[in-house]
């Protein structure tokens, strides 16, 4: 039995073990799938990725093995249900400064992630044509900058979370609610390592 809990937690809290297991490309499609479309079988999982049922069985089980995915028990026979062990997943970089496979890990994920992102934002770019004006007019992109300290920096991180949280479900049983994604992104204007000293 893992160390994580098998209940549906909002957040894990992702320690060098995970972090290695996740840094994988089917595997981290694999619990993204989980957490946007819920349960699914490892047969499911591999006609929605396009892979093997027995790659995807293989993966889950080192999903499962760090805490990151559960069996829900609610499978027929050997067809066995998975679900995303959390709605999220985070990490301190801290954690890994002196695990030089974990920090690598870390950072292809962020890599990934950022990829992820940008696919999606294209794709909603390529397909906006095709929704009503006020969903037009309700999403998109913007930004804007802040002077603030790491703290300061870390408490705007919360208050942006806690109003996502806030409106997680917030249509439930609205006909015009759609599920929509919002993707936080943060970091210096200047780059050059120098200026976080």
């Given at each position: 039995?893992?160390?994580?809990?098998?209940?549906?937690?909002?957040?894990?809290?992702?320690?060098?073990?995970?972090?290695?297991?996740?840094?994988?490309?089917?595997?981290?499609?694999?619990?993204?799938?989980?957490?946007?479309?819920?349960?699914?079988?490892?047969?499911?999982?591999?006609?929605?990725?396009?892979?093997?049922?027995?790659?995807?069985?293989?993966?889950?089980?080192?999903?499962?093995?760090?805490?990151?995915?559960?069996?829900?028990?609610?499978?027929?026979?050997?067809?066995?249900?998975?679900?995303?062990?959390?709605?999220?997943?985070?990490?301190?970089?801290?954690?890994?400064?002196?695990?030089?496979?974990?920090?690598?890990?870390?950072?292809?994920?962020?890599?990934?992630?950022?990829?992820?992102?940008?696919?999606?934002?294209?794709?909603?770019?390529?397909?906006?044509?095709?929704?009503?004006?006020?969903?037009?007019?309700?999403?998109?992109?913007?930004?804007?900058?802040?002077?603030?300290?790491?703290?300061?920096?870390?408490?705007?991180?919360?208050?942006?979370?806690?109003?996502?949280?806030?409106?997680?479900?917030?249509?439930?049983?609205d006909p015009d609610a759609r599920r929509i994604l919002v993707t936080v992104m943060s970091h210096p204007m200047d780059p050059d390592p120098e200026?976080?000293?």
């Amino acid at each position: 039995m893992h160390k994580y809990s098998a209940r549906m937690t909002d957040d894990i809290r992702l320690d060098s073990d995970a972090v290695r297991v996740l840094a994988h490309p089917l595997r981290s499609r694999l619990l993204s799938a989980l957490r946007q479309h819920g349960a699914a079988t490892a047969t499911e999982l591999a006609d929605r990725l396009d892979t093997n049922t027995g790659a995807t069985s293989y993966h889950l089980r080192k999903l499962e093995s760090v805490g990151l995915v559960v069996d829900t028990g609610e499978g027929e026979g050997k067809r066995r249900l998975w679900r995303a062990a959390s709605r999220s997943h985070s990490w301190r970089k801290s954690d890994f400064d002196h695990d030089e496979d974990a920090q690598t890990s870390m950072e292809w994920l962020n890599r990934d992630y950022v990829r992820l992102a940008t696919d999606r934002m294209y794709a909603w770019l390529d397909a906006e044509h095709g929704w009503s004006s006020e969903w037009r007019d309700a999403l998109g992109y913007g930004d804007d900058g802040a002077l603030v300290t790491p703290a300061q920096a870390r408490e705007m991180h919360d208050e942006i979370y806690a109003v996502l949280a806030r409106y997680r479900d917030a249509g439930a049983g609205d006909p015009d609610a759609r599920r929509i994604l919002v993707t936080v992104m943060s970091h210096p204007m200047d780059p050059d390592p120098e200026q976080g000293r």
